[in-house]
């Protein structure tokens, strides 16, 4: 139904397939790919308040017509969004039709607490896990001890994902397990050549595909689809975009990214909008726009949007693609 048929706040969403009070289960990630064979996703964060968590809705409303693969939600840093992060998972799995992969990270976390997490997930219905090292919160007290303790890196938590899998599902349930990817080179690993041994390592290690960071210049994403190539790689490789909304909004990209690479060519594009919001606002969802069309000529596996909990963009690029709806990047 139209989003102009519901009012505010007392929407129903399409529920997902729910008998004797227990949540269907999802595709595993591998089964998506299968039958979608290119792949559109979009990212959520967890809301604060009641009132972002309808303001959220409203746009997952607005994105479900898009009929994206999946959906995937953040998680805190230093798990500081874990209950948040679970909810949200929930309510999507109980009010829309979308398939939802939670992010988990290992920084500041038991095994114990990792292992409660994924069993929560798993009675819910959960197939899929985001598998990442995470970050400290900035406030962390260094007198609790060693936030890595436990889990050093991501591949650490891909283990464990897979570990509980193994003993606890069937093995036609075990849960999918995507990884970061860093086009533009992960920050805290500057030797390129060991960036990828540690790549190779977390897919041999179960990773089942690779969503990257979000980029500007499709050629640094080519480059590291090939240099996976070259190392082994054989997983899916799905492309991170984030259009440009504001100029403030980009420089809050640039430090969540840390250190996101902005073209020259965008620059100058931004220069002339000037302190025209909505002018800098069209500059960016063009830019995205020419990036997904060129990706999708050059045979992408899947396109993974960053959307701030927000749906205009994301949508001005469907129109401005000539599609529907995502069935239609195939």
């Known amino acids: 139904m139209p989003a102009a048929d519901h009012p505010r706040g007392k929407r129903a969403l399409a529920p997902a397939d729910i008998s004797s009070g227990v949540t269907a289960t999802a595709d595993h990630i591998r089964d998506i790919f299968e039958r979608d064979g290119t792949t559109a996703s979009f990212e959520f964060f967890p809301p604060r308040s009641a009132e972002a968590a309808e303001g959220l809705f409203d746009a997952v409303h607005e994105l479900v017509p898009l009929r994206p693969s999946f959906v995937s939600v953040t998680y805190g840093a230093g798990g500081s969004t874990r209950e948040l992060t679970r909810d949200l998972v929930h309510r999507i ?13 290992g920084v500041c976390h038991t095994p114990a607490e990792v292992e409660q997490m994924l069993e929560g997930y798993a009675a819910a219905g959960v197939r899929n896990i985001m598998a990442l090292g995470g970050d400290p919160p900035g406030n962390y007290d260094q007198s609790s001890g060693d936030p890595f303790e436990h889990f050093r890196h991501g591949i650490d938590v891909v283990r464990a994902i897979r570990g509980f899998s193994e003993r606890h599902l069937e093995r036609g349930t075990q849960l999918g397990i995507g990884v970061g990817g860093y086009p533009e080179g992960h920050p805290a690993t500057p030797n390129r050549l060991e960036e990828m041994d ?120 469907y129109r401005a693609l000539g599609v529907r709806d995502s069935r239609a990047f195939v």
């Open 93 to 105: 799995r109980r009010e829309s039709p979308l398939t939802p992969i939670p992010h988990l990270t």
């Open 198 to 317: 540690h790549l190779k390592a977390k897919v041999d290690a179960g990773a089942d595909f690779i969503a990257t960071q979000l980029f500007f210049e499709n050629r640094d994403f080519y480059d590291f689809r090939e240099r996976c190539e070259l190392a082994g790689v054989r997983v899916p490789i799905v492309a991170g975009i984030m259009p440009v909304t504001s100029v403030k909004g980009m420089r809050r990209m640039a430090e969540l990214a840390a250190g996101a690479r902005f073209p020259a060519s965008l620059l100058r594009a931004l220069r002339r909008a000037g302190d025209d919001a909505e002018a800098v606002r069209r500059v960016g969802v063009h830019w995205a726009t020419e990036q997904c069309r060129d990706l999708l000529d050059h045979k992408v596996a899947g396109l993974h949007f960053y959307t701030l909990n927000r749906s205009t963009a994301t949508r001005e690029i």
